[in-house]
């Protein structure tokens, strides 16, 4: 028996990888504007604390098979970038530029629903842990 995992945009602590949420958090926290590219383009963002929740009832399960994990609910990388700025104290700015090309993300996950019981908490779910996070452990943002 095989079981595929194939998970959305994950973000969480530890996460520094240089993509939207982090870079949108490490400005958020220096103070700086955010910048955002291609701001209309839609996202499944997923905490990693829910991946893992995924991995778990997809290890425990009997089924089989590949499953799309994600929350199955998109967002604008703008309204991301609006979250992400809100929360921080006090709130920064949004710089936004326009991008050409880009591609939407918007996944069907009824099917790790139906056979794994998983249903996501969407985002901004675990984004205040992850924002604490950045705070505690990086220094000079």
Known sequence: PLTILRCTVLYG??????RAIPNFIRSALAGKSIE?????????????DEAARAVYLAATSNKQGVYIIGSGRSITIGNLAQIIANQSNPPV?????????????ML???????DLGFI????PYQLPKTIQ??????RNI
């Open 108 to 114: 069907n996950c009824s099917k790790a629903k139906r």
């Open 93 to 105: 700015s949004i710089r936004s530029t326009p991008k050409k090309e880009g591609f939407h993300v």
């Open 120 to 123: 996501a908490n969407p985002f």
């Open 36 to 48: 955002v590219a291609g701001g209309q383009f839609l996202r499944d963002y997923l905490s990693t």
């Open 13 to 18: 602590p530890g996460d520094t990888i240089n």
């Open 133 to 138: 996070w950045y705070k505690t452990h990086i």
